[in-house]
């Protein structure tokens, strides 16, 4: 290949690229504010009871979408409508979290269908399978002679939750 002919491919190559940059800047301030099918990603702090549980690593932001059920839905709801750069403390009732406690939830299990490895504790968390094939985190509620209460409860059911939110992109 020529001298020019690479010149030119690679001036094209750029005049690409720069364009793509560009429009892709165009295309995130033209969705400044949150609406469902969006994809967003969020700074966020997670309190409960006062004790940060959760919360952005390294500000390495948090990425859902909207309108898939990948966040509890009192959090979608919550950063809809929010602006790129937009800041926001909210609040989540359980039932807009994870639920109230459901006492059906805690289920008494023979000890012979734990895997023999494990010796149960109250309060130790376990990993267990649904019908479904997903993974469920269990709580040790209570160890009984030859049984143990286990409190299949999401671990924040009954909380209110308290998020700390800076939305810093939408696509």
Not at 26 to 33: G, L, P, T
Not at 45 to 71: A, R, Y
């Amino acid at each position: 290949m020529k001298r020019t002919q690479l010149a030119t491919m690679l001036a094209l190559f750029l005049t690409f690229f720069v364009c793509a940059a560009v429009y892709a800047e165009e295309a995130v301030q033209k969705s400044s504010e949150v609406t469902d099918g969006n994809t967003v990603k969020v700074l966020y702090t997670l309190t409960v009871d006062d004790k940060v549980i959760d919360k952005s690593i390294n500000n390495e932001p948090f990425e859902f979408k909207v309108g898939d059920n990948q966040v509890v839905p009192g959090f979608e709801d919550a950063v809809k409508g929010m602006k790129l750069g937009e800041k926001k403390s909210f609040k989540l009732s359980p039932a807009d979290g994870y639920g109230e406690i459901d006492p059906e939830a805690l289920q008494e299990i023979p000890l012979t269908e734990l895997p023999a490895a494990i010796v149960p504790t109250p309060g130790m968390t376990l990993q267990a399978m649904s019908p479904e094939g997903q993974t469920v985190i269990v709580t040790v509620k209570e160890v009984k002679k030859d049984t143990v209460v286990m409190d299949f409860n999401h671990p924040l059911a009954g909380k209110t939750l308290n998020f700390d939110v800076e939305v810093v992109g939408i696509l």
